[in-house]
Nanobody, 126 residues
Framework: QGKLVESGGGSVQAGGSLRLSCLAS????????VGWFRQAPGKEREGLAV??????NTHYADSLKGRFTISQDNAKVYLQMNSLKPEDTAMYYC?????????????????????WGQGTQVTVSS
């Protein structure tokens, strides 16, 4: 298990869509959680969505209001982002942690995750 690798970022106009990919080799079998996070300049890293790999259960931050979807396909975890807004502009990261238990698996505290990669930049213009 090592660092996860993000890709798929880019520049898009408001209202557009992007699909981010996270190569999460070694983390996509049962017993792990892979999450997507973002960090805008001057702001703290924010948890967006998490998937319990191998089980398929997903959880989202309330702030997303159904615009983003996390999914898994073999060793990759995706984040489909629709109806993008300028405030979605940020560096996007994926990271992983061991599956803790069914009561707390959906946590999105960045300090509990590891394997941070370089991130992929998303820029949304108005």
């Amino acid at each position: 298990q090592g660092k996860l690798v993000e890709s798929g970022g880019g520049s898009v106009q408001a209202g557009g869509s992007l699909r981010l990919s996270c190569l999460a080799s070694g983390y996509t079998y049962s017993g792990n959680c892979v999450g997507w996070f973002r960090q805008a300049p001057g702001k703290e890293r924010e948890g967006l969505a998490v998937i319990a790999t191998g089980f398929g259960n997903t959880h989202y931050a309330d702030s997303l209001k159904g615009r983003f979807t996390i999914s898994q396909d073999n060793a990759k975890v995706y984040l489909q982002m629709n109806s993008l807004k300028p405030e979605d502009t940020a560096m996007y990261y994926c990271a992983a942690r061991p599956f803790p238990n069914w009561g707390s698996w959906h946590g999105l505290n960045p300090s509990e995750y590891h394997g941070w990669g370089q991130g992929t930049q998303v820029t949304v213009s108005s």
